[in-house]
């Protein structure tokens, strides 16, 4: 009897345990969390409006100049100090448009030019020691200029190297402006902007003398020696084009897409 009874409650356990594992896979899998959303950042691009301000330094293209002495004996000028420039100034503002690596735009600036009321020279034949006080644009810088310039280039994400070139004016010359610079983008909103871009430029400016004015006066000579001042001409032969180079430091405010 024990040993029917014994069977017996085995095979009811066996049961149990068959009925409880068959309960346990019919119960429902807890699934694993969703992975969480991370928002891409924002990828630059260099499109949009912008200004900003700059300065720099301004030199002629080289440290002599011929001319004409008193209007009859010819010969040289040379700018003792051998840089023969000054600070320029000023601001810009311009529009950027990005196609994949590449960037095109558009520039204007005008800038203010620091000109010394005389620099110390030496005239040459005659070798006399003096100070020579420019009269016009051609023999030292501008008290202003300006330019409206192309620009183009390739961004490797937030650097920008790129060339411009275009229209270079004064209160009473026209030429042209060549150069080019490099700029890094912070994207950060000083002002509103939705970046900050530093960068720095050199420009080679040509201008054209104004071919009306027949007497070609360019400045005085006062020799150390003593004496009045002695004015000087530029000579009716050769270029009459005036070169000068300036290197600057820019800071602009991008306003639009970051």
């Given at each position: 009897?024990?040993?029917?009874?014994?069977?017996?409650?085995?095979?009811?356990?066996?049961?149990?345990?068959?009925?409880?594992?068959?309960?346990?896979?019919?119960?429902?899998?807890?699934?694993?969390?969703?992975?969480?959303?991370?928002?891409?950042?924002?990828?630059?691009?260099?499109?949009?409006?912008?200004?900003?301000?700059?300065?720099?330094?301004?030199w002629r293209?080289?440290?002599?100049?011929?001319?004409?002495?008193?209007?009859?004996?010819?010969?040289?000028?040379?700018?003792?100090?051998?840089?023969?420039?000054?600070?320029?100034?000023?601001?810009?503002?311009?529009?950027?448009?990005?196609?994949?690596?590449?960037?095109?735009?558009?520039?204007?600036?005008?800038?203010?030019?620091?000109?010394?009321?005389?620099?110390?020279?030496?005239?040459?034949?005659?070798?006399?020691?003096?100070?020579?006080?420019?009269?016009?644009?051609?023999?030292?810088?501008?008290?202003?200029?300006?330019?409206?310039?192309?620009?183009?280039?390739?961004?490797?994400?937030?650097?920008?190297?790129?060339?411009?070139?275009?229209?270079?004016?004064?209160?009473?010359?026209?030429?042209?402006?060549?150069?080019?610079g490099v700029?890094?983008?912070?994207?950060?909103?000083?002002?509103?902007?939705?970046?900050?871009?530093?960068?720095?430029?050199?420009?080679?400016?040509?201008?054209?003398?104004?071919?009306?004015d027949d007497?070609?006066?360019?400045?005085?000579?006062?020799?150390?020696?003593?004496?009045?001042?002695?004015?000087?001409?530029?000579?009716?032969?050769?270029?009459?084009?005036?070169?000068?180079?300036?290197?600057?430091?820019?800071?602009?405010?991008?306003?639009?897409?970051?």
């Amino acid at each position: 009897m024990k040993k029917y009874l014994s069977i017996l409650l085995a095979g009811v356990a066996g049961a149990a345990l068959a009925a409880a594992t068959a309960s346990a896979a019919d119960l429902p899998v807890r699934e694993a969390p969703p992975a969480p959303i991370i928002a891409a950042a924002p990828i630059f691009t260099w499109t949009g409006f912008y200004a900003g301000v700059n300065a720099g330094w301004g030199w002629r293209s080289d440290d002599d100049e011929t001319v004409v002495l008193g209007g009859a004996v010819p010969g040289t000028l040379f700018f003792e100090n051998g840089d023969d420039g000054g600070f320029v100034g000023g601001g810009q503002i311009g529009y950027n448009y990005q196609i994949g690596s590449f960037v095109v735009g558009l520039e204007a600036d005008i800038q203010w030019a620091d000109t010394d009321d005389g620099e110390e020279v030496r005239f040459v034949p005659a070798g006399a020691p003096g100070t020579f006080v420019p009269g016009e644009f051609e023999n030292n810088l501008s008290d202003w200029f300006g330019t409206v310039r192309a620009r183009a280039g390739v961004a490797f994400d937030r650097v920008l190297i790129y060339g411009t070139g275009g229209l270079a004016y004064t209160d009473d010359n026209t030429g042209w402006a060549l150069g080019g610079g490099v700029e890094w983008a912070l994207p950060v909103n000083w002002f509103g902007s939705s970046a900050v871009t530093f960068g720095i430029e050199g420009l080679w400016l040509s201008f054209d003398e104004d071919d009306d004015d027949d007497d070609g006066f360019v400045g005085t000579f006062t020799p150390d020696a003593g004496g009045p001042p002695i004015d000087v001409f530029a000579p009716g032969a050769g270029s009459d084009d005036n070169d000068f180079f300036v290197a600057r430091a820019k800071l602009n405010f991008k306003f639009g897409t970051y």
